[in-house]
């Protein structure tokens, strides 16, 4: 694992939202949430919730995947997309 990816699991871990779980998995990073979760406002918000806590990050950047999941759907969130990212359908 990545000092990046491992700052960000810090900073959500210490964050001690009730009910979330966050764990690191291949893929990037699994943020389980309570089944009553709107992800529709998570989802709406991610972007610039993320970008303020990206400040308190001074590892190198790096790709990573946060996968949100409430129990009933989810959605997925790559921060510092990669080329192939950015042009897939």
Known sequence: MGAYKQKWLDILNRA?????KVTDV???ILIEMPNITD???I?????????AL??????????LKFIFHN?????EYI???????????
């Open 39 to 41: 992800l529709k406002l």
């Open 71 to 75: 129990g009933h759907e989810n959605f």
């Open 79 to 89: 921060l510092n997309p990669n080329e192939g990212d950015l042009t897939r359908n």
């Open 26 to 28: 291949a893929e990037g």
């Open 54 to 63: 990206t400040l308190d990050i001074h590892a190198a950047k790096e790709r």
């Open 16 to 20: 001690n939202l009730q009910g979330w």
């Open 43 to 51: 989802k709406d918000n991610v972007p610039s919730t993320i970008a």
